[in-house]
Structure formats: C-alpha cells, structure tokens
C-alpha cells in the first residue's frame, strides 16, 4: 500500500522498523499512523491557510550521518554551542543518527535514563510505549501527528526517577548538514515525583534544507511535585517546511518552565502547550521569534489549567524583517474547577519594514469565578525617532536596526531561566539580523 502523496510505502515503513530492531507496538504504530493520513485533516492554525503548503515532500526517509568518538571531531558550528570542559549530559545526533552520548556518573547511578529514541525503544520498550503519544500529544489529532507517528526517525528518551535532581543539565544537538535529509524527531522527557531535570536542545543546519520537512513532536510529563525547565534553540535552513509541537501535562504541585529561541529561517507552525493537570502546578512559556525574507510564522502559545491554584504565564516577543509574517495566538484557559488560579500573557510584535507583518491575538478563556487573569499585546512598526537618534550619533542605518532589534529582544531573553539559552540566542539573533 503506498499513499497517494507521500513516496514511501507500508512496507518501507516495515522494513525500517524492523532494520531497527522497533519492538512490534510501534512497527503496528507506524502502519496504523500512515493509514490515517489518508483521512485526517489538516490542522487549522487560526489565520494561516495551509492549503499550499506542502509537508509532504522529503527526499529520503532516512539519512545515515557520522558517529564521533569524541568532541574534538565535532564540527566546529557545533563546538561553538557546546561547553566542551563541562559538558556532563550530552546526545548529539547527526541527520538521523545517533552520533554521541555521555551521561554523568551520578545521573546513571541515580537511575536516569538518557538514549536516543532507537535505543530506548529496544532498552526500555514498556517504558516508551507508556508515554509516547498517548496523553500530551496523539497520533489521531491531525494528519500532521499522524506523518510524525508514521516518519519518526530520531529523537530522545529521558527518565528521571521518583526524588532524583539531574545536577547537571542534558543537553540535546541536532545537527543537519546533508541536503536529502529531513528530521522527524520524537523528544519524550519524563519525571517522577519531586524529581527535577533541565534540559538544553539545539537545533542547526550547515546544509540546504529545500524540498524537506521539519516534523518535531517534544512531550513533558512532569510528576508531582517535579520540575522541568525546558531550553531550546532553533535555527534550521530556511528550505524546511516546519511544524512543530511541544507540549507538557503537569500533576500537582509541578512546574514546567519553557525558554524558546525560534530562530529557523523556513515557514513553520509552532505549537507550545502545556496542561496544568494537578493542583497548584505552574506553567511559564517564554519564546523570542525572528522572521526575515518571506517566512510565515505561525505561534501558538496555550496554556490551559484545570487544576486548582494553578499559574500561567506567557511571555513572547518577535521581530519581522522585509517580507516576513507572524500570528502570534496566546490562549490562557482556566476551566471549570480551576479556583484560585492566575493566567497572564504578553505578547509583541516589532515590524521594520513596511512589508513585514505581525499579529498578536491574546485570548483568555475562563470557566471560573475566583481567579485573576490578564493580557497584553502589541504590533507595531521601529518608531523612527529611534532610528535617528542612533543614525545622528554616526551609527549606521543596518546598525541602528541590529540594535533596536537587540533592545526589543532583551527583555524576553534576559528573563530565561537557562544561561547557556541565552548565551546561545543571542548569539542566533546576531547572525540571524545582520544576514
């Protein structure tokens, strides 16, 4: 059976399974997932159309890359993200391989478990077969999860047992340099009852990206009483289509702390979430955006609480450049039985350019009488003042915009929990702008 629009076939699917020793759930996984893109719909992001998108394409399911044996053979565009000296958490993947792993001694003696997807699947099958898609994130909400669950072809697997503190941060390096691959990466990162993890991923190109897919699902489930602060930076080729779901369930008393750097130069859909299943949990996601050229960007941020005293807080800032656009969507939904809850958002766009376009819609949907909630958002263009003032002090037009931008960006960036984020990002924006 193959589908009328992908190139791949049930039995490459098959094959692809077995060559990688899959257990038997997830080849029947991937069989049951390819059938149902021939029927689910499209997801709708709210004012962006997808009907000439095309996040079907891809040149080879599979793209073999190089293992290292140790960081010195990284390549230097990786190195540069890297604190070689301290790095104690560490999985590189290169294209659709696993490339390099290292786990601290005291992680792997207190039980935590760090593998790329391929491996746990074979180590800890039930383990990943409890959690993957079957809460955060499912196989049948959209045709975009169903050619995920059908596709995946790398990823990673962390587990942090009942009362363990990972001291040391798990970083996570993707790293694309061949044109014919794409990247359908599956991240799960579980904790355990007052356990507590922060985990750092990176994801960057040193080749073309045109005519493939980036297709990424990230799930959190954070247990009582646990906590997850969840880093990333991303800046893949501008050829990728994107979509891209991360979302996080929390039981009571935990917490999950997103710091986003959305740097991919390609058109994306982004889908940021997270459930506050149990009482008292709490939620912030805080996310920078640079659009530039003719990227359409389109950002939801969501953070719906059903548990009792629970807190949300949304905080986004983005700049679009030339021809660029964005949605920004910013939903806080407090439910029926969610008393004494708080859900906040902010969100602004910087358009600098006249072609440039951003959109901001803060909404908040509240079920309950006893909680507090609030929003504000912003699309404006560069005041011109501003620009002068700097182009009269002898700075440059290009200068004075790298700067305004940098301003605008701060405030969002100086608030993420994650210094190497912001060391990261801030060096992404820099490159990013002055392209």
Known sequence: MTTDILNISEEQLVDYSKAHKEPSWMTELRKKALKLTETLE???PDKTKLRKWDFDSFKQHEVTGKAYESLSELPESVKEIIDIENSKNLVIQHNNSLAYTQVSEQASSNGVIVEGLEEALINHSDLVQKYYMTEAVTVDEHRLTALHTALVNGGLFVYVPKNVVVEDPIQYVVLHDDEDASIYNHVIIVTEESAEV??????LSNASGEGNQ???????IAGANSNVTYGSVDYLDKGFTGHI??????????SINWALGLMNEGSQIIDNTTNLIGDRSTSSLKSVVVGTGDQKINLTSKIVQYGKETDGYILKHGVMKEHASSVFNGIGYIKHGGTKSEANQESRVLMLSEHARGDANPILLIDEDDVQAGHAASVGRVDPQQLYYLMSRGISQQEAERLVIHGFLDPVVRELPI????????????RKITK
């Open 419 to 430: 210094e190497d984020v912001k060391r990261q990002l801030r060096q992404v924006i820099e």
């Open 214 to 220: 980036i297709n990424i699902v990230s799930e959190v």
């Open 245 to 254: 779901i991360r979302r996080g369930m929390t039981e009571r008393d935990a």
């Open 42 to 44: 499209m997801p709708k």
């Open 198 to 203: 922060t985990y750092v991923e990176n994801y």
